[in-house]
T-cell receptor
Framework: RKEVEQDPGPFNVPEGATVAFNCTYS??????FFWYRQDCRKEPKLLMS???SGNEDGRFTAQLNRASQYISLLIRDSKLSDSATYLC????????????FGAGTRLTVKP | ETGVTQTPRHLVMGMTNKKSLKCEQH?????MYWYKQSAKKPLELMFV???????ENNSVPSRFSPECPNSSHLFLHLHTLQPEDSALYLC?????????????FGPGTRLTVL
């Protein structure tokens, strides 16, 4: 089983749609969770951290389910500029700098 | 310059060449990383330096040799590479030991090995 698994997509949605991505992780002791965004031919950038209680940043909502070992990202009212690859990232331990990346879910928002 | 910079942005080399990738961070961070990103695969962590000491080496072949002369600079020395080493090589930096530390990435070096 992969350490961090994501549906590769692609997800093709119209502007204004709501879209959700899920990610599962294999290490039940994992401590920290993130969503990164990577635009085509660009470097990854942090979109948001994922906290145990769930958190929201504008149109983006992240949820963590430790019992089922999955993380989700919900994007409401999709914009054309949301088109990118979304990377699920898991930090297995808090005492080092190791980060495990999923292969990413590709989203295309169309007019 | 701000953030994380990498040079060169593109590199084409033969299997017998020796080249080096350079990374510089201007964020005052104390941890730096090399990642390899191949098409349709997850980012693979290659090396981690924390406080200028290598703390992780994920079974990377010896044809890749990192160097971290100070907390702002990181190099990846390449020699006798194979065509399957062609990929995007990303450098990142962060503040060590913060559980929610954000890693800031450079733009990457796209490497092609002929």
């Amino acid at each position: 089983r992969k350490e961090v698994e994501q549906d590769p997509g692609p997800f093709n949605v119209p502007e204004g749609a709501t879209v959700a991505f899920n990610c599962t992780y294999s290490n039940s002791a994992s401590q920290s969770f993130f969503w990164y965004r990577q635009d085509c031919r660009k470097e990854p950038k942090l979109l948001m951290s994922v906290y145990s209680s769930g958190n929201e940043d504008g149109r983006f909502t992240a949820q963590l389910n430790r019992a089922s070992q999955y993380i989700s990202l919900l994007i409401r009212d999709s914009k054309l500029s949301d088109s990118a690859t979304y990377l699920c990232v898991v930090k297995p331990y808090n005492n080092n700098n190791d980060m495990r990346f999923g292969a990413g879910t590709r989203l295309t928002v169309k007019p | 310059e701000t953030g994380v910079t990498q040079t060169p942005r593109h590199l084409v080399m033969g299997m017998t060449n020796k080249k080096s990738l350079k990374c510089e961070q201007h964020l005052g961070h104390n941890a730096m990383y090399w990642y390899k990103q191949s098409a349709k695969k997850p980012l693979e962590l290659m090396f981690v330096y924390s406080l200028e000491e290598r703390v992780e080496n994920n079974s990377v072949p010896s044809r890749f040799s990192p160097e971290c002369p100070n907390s702002s600079h990181l190099f990846l020395h390449l020699h006798t590479l194979q065509p399957e080493d062609s990929a995007l090589y990303l450098c990142a930096s962060s503040q060590d030991r913060d559980p929610y530390n954000e890693q800031f990435f450079g733009p990457g070096t796209r490497l092609t090995v002929l």
